[in-house]
């Protein structure tokens, strides 16, 4: 496992590049069929509205994959990922138009801690909406 | 209702082995749009010291969450799937999965707890490999939404 990252080279407050990721309703359709999620909330608005729900809404999972992306394009190696949690604080709403929603994630290292680890802690926002809570990384670096 | 607190504790049986293919990892990363070449190339992977393809940090939910089928359709427990909402996942991982592995899961119920009417259920689901060795565990927080007017 070898990260490009070096612990000696970061700092408590140190900033990972942001980035923002798009998420149509083709995007919820492919990721149903490769996660195996088939909840209709996820593609089926008729039935989101049934439930209670603004439109149809992003897998939580699938924001979750998108949010580590921060972490995983900044050490090189995802295998470097120890441990990663978050809180599904909101959904991400995604209409049906050819824009459909934008994940927009940035992170920073909140801790440095033994084994050459730290801890990475990500905001993910949507909408100017929080779309996570608690959502940190640890993860080791070279 | 409430659920029943003596599950909390409450095992189940080890799943059937799931065996990772490298075309799966590869169609869940095209899936979350992430080109890196570690999830879909065997000589990027071994350049970065693993013995094949891994997948993306995220990519044992589909497996571990299948596995907590066991705990949320258990009559005995009598949880309102229909409620259910996914309130935290965490994921510690001894190892990345990588391509070739055959991963069971053991489900385990954390706790149950009532809050404002809903039920809060952690499941813990402990993966490991052929050989037995741990390899990640999931927790998955399930929230199920106290019905209206309840």
């Given at each position: 496992m070898t990260a490009k990252i070096s612990y000696d080279d970061v700092e408590v407050g140190t900033e990972l590049p942001a980035q923002s990721f798009g998420v149509t309703r083709a995007t919820l359709v492919q990721y149903a069929g490769a996660s195996g999620?088939?909840?209709?909330?996820?593609?089926?608005e008729k039935f989101a509205k049934e439930v209670g729900l603004p439109d149809v809404i992003a897998h939580g999972m699938f924001t979750m994959a998108e949010a580590v992306r921060v972490v995983t394009d900044w050490t090189?190696?995802?295998?470097?990922?120890?441990e990663y949690g978050v809180r599904f604080t909101k959904p991400v709403v995604v209409p049906n138009d050819d824009q459909g929603a934008t994940i927009e994630v940035s992170g920073k290292v909140a801790v440095k801690l033994d084994d050459n680890t730290v801890r990475v802690d990500l905001v993910a926002m949507s909408a100017g909406q929080k779309?996570?809570?608690?959502s940190r990384a640890v993860v080791r670096l070279a | 209702m409430a659920l029943d607190?003596?599950?909390?504790?409450r095992s189940y049986p080890p799943t059937d082995p799931y065996e990772v293919g490298r075309e799966k990892i590869r169609e869940f990363a095209e899936a979350v749009g992430?080109?890196?070449?570690v999830y879909t190339d065997p000589e990027a992977a071994k350049a970065l010291g693993h013995p094949d393809v891994i997948a993306p940090p995220t990519f044992v939910f589909a497996i571990t969450f299948k596995a907590a089928g066991q705990v949320v359709r258990d009559p005995q427990l009598g949880l309102d799937y229909s409620r259910v909402v996914h309130g935290d996942q965490k994921f510690v991982h001894r190892r990345p999965v990588r391509a070739g592995d055959r991963l069971t899961v053991t489900s385990t119920i954390d706790s149950i707890k009532s809050l404002a009417g809903n039920d809060v259920l952690d499941i813990r689901g402990e993966v490991h490999d052929e050989a037995g060795e741990h390899v990640v565990t999931a927790w998955t927080k399930l929230v199920s939404r106290a019905a209206e007017g309840a």
């Open positions: 999620d088939f909840n209709p909330i996820h593609w089926n090189g190696d995802p295998g470097a990922v120890v779309v996570l809570g608690m | 607190q003596s599950f909390v504790g992430d080109p890196n070449p």
